[in-house]
Structures are given as structure tokens and as C-alpha cells.
């Protein structure tokens, strides 16, 4: 009975995880009309990391971080994969917003689900069954359909191939995070969210973008924490 309330709370938590993740489209895309792309995926990724970071201090507090597993220094080589893809694939989401709509990049967004299977099945040798294959196949295809601009000449939405190549990113970076998941998981996001965001706003200055208005930033970083 403990077991089915447990499994039925992650499944509720998954929901809404993936809930809130739908905000991330829209939201960006509004708040893009003043803020260079690479800027934003940075403070997004370090408002989910101050905030993971801030959850940290109160469960160590409350003494429930004990429990958890520490990443260790074998761990690095995934660590430091997570953090760079990481880097590249918000960066490509950004600017595909940029080109395309919010409904068409949330909807290309699950052809991360192809990319996390297919890279999962050639190298970690992982089992896919007939559904998953359906699936994948069915995402293959909307995808397809969903980045053509023009169907008379089947030219691809510019936009769109920035929003494929985020999603192929991060189907690698899951399946690093893959090889972290008997460690601690706010420890990772914390990590991946200062490591990935303080990347992304480098790599903003170095390119010359400016940095946002403090109302922006305040409103970045809190969309990074809820999505």
C-alpha cells in the first residue's frame, strides 16, 4: 500500500514538473523581446540553480540531506558532459524561439524524448520495446512536419533546426545524467543550473550581448527555479 502512494506522489511530481517545464516556450519567448537569447538561457539555468541551491540549505537544515549520495570524482567525466550540453542546448532553444513560435518550439521539444532513446539504445545498449519504437516514430514524424516552412518546397523552418539541435543536446545530456542518478539529484541540478548559467552569461559578454534590465533578471531567474 506505502509503495502505490509512493509511486502515485512521483507521478503526480512528474506532472507537474513537466506542467511547469511547458511554462519555459511562452514565457521565454515573451521576455526575448528584451533579452538577447544567450543571456537568457544563462539566468534561467542559474535561477534554477540559486533556487535548488536555497532548497539545499533548508533540507540540510530540517536534516534530510544526509541520505543522499555525493557525486564522487568518477562521476566528473558525466558532470562536466552535463554541464557543457547543458551550455549549448538552452542556447539553441533561445535562438530557435527567436525564429519560430512558442506552440512549434514547445511541440518540437519532445523530439528530445527521440534523441534521449536512440543515443541511450547505441551506447548504453538499452532495450527499446514495439510502444517506444511507435512513439518514436510518431515524434519522428510530427517533428518532421512541424519544422517544414514551406510544404510546396519542403524547405525547413530555420528556427526549428535550432530547436532539434537543442533537443538532440539534451537527449545526450540525459543520458549523463543517466549515469548520476544514484547521487543526490538537487546536488546535480544545483551543479548543472551555476555551472551551465555562469557558461552561458560568459559566452553572452564574450559576444558582445548586454546584460538585462535587473526587472528582467528578477524574472529570468525566477522562471528558471518554477520550469
Known amino acids: 500500500m506505502l509503495n502505490r502512494w509512493l509511486e502515485n506522489r512521483a507521478m503526480a511530481y512528474a506532472i507537474l514538473a513537466a506542467a511547469l517545464y511547458a511554462l519555459n516556450a511562452p514565457a521565454s519567448k515573451l521576455l526575448l523581446k528584451n533579452v538577447p537569447p544567450t543571456m537568457m538561457a544563462g539566468f534561467l539555468y542559474l535561477g534554477a540553480g540559486l533556487g535548488m541551491a536555497l532548497m539545499g540549505l ?3 537544515k530540517t536534516g534530510h540531506g544526509n541520505r543522499e549520495t555525493r557525486l564522487t570524482k568518477k562521476d566528473m567525466p558525466y558532470t562536466l558532459g552535463m554541464v557543457v550540453l547543458d551550455i549549448a542546448a538552452p542556447i539553441f532553444l533561445m535562438i530557435g524561439l527567436t525564429r519560430t513560435t512558442a506552440a512549434n518550439a514547445s511541440l518540437l521539444n519532445n523530439f528530445e524524448i527521440v534523441a534521449t532513446s536512440i543515443i541511450a539504445l547505441l551506447v548504453f545498449k538499452e532495450r527499446i520495446g514495439r510502444r517506444l519504437w511507435l512513439a518514436i516514430g510518431l515524434i519522428t514524424l510530427s517533428s518532421i512536419l512541424l519544422s517544414v ?28 545524467t543517466r549515469c548520476l542518478s544514484r547521487s543526490d539529484p538537487l546536488e546535480i541540478v544545483v551543479i548543472k543550473g551555476f555551472g551551465s548559467g555562469i557558461g552561458s552569461v560568459m559566452i553572452g559578454l564574450v559576444i558582445g550581448e548586454p546584460l538585462p534590465l535587473w526587472g528582467d533578471i528578477l524574472k529570468i531567474l525566477l522562471l528558471g527555479f518554477v520550469a
Open 149 to 176: 516552412e514551406d510544404a510546396s518546397s519542403f524547405q525547413f523552418s530555420f528556427g526549428s533546426l535550432f530547436v532539434l539541435a537543442a533537443c538532440v543536446c539534451w537527449g545526450m545530456e540525459n543520458n549523463c
Open 58 to 60: 533548508v533540507r540540510n
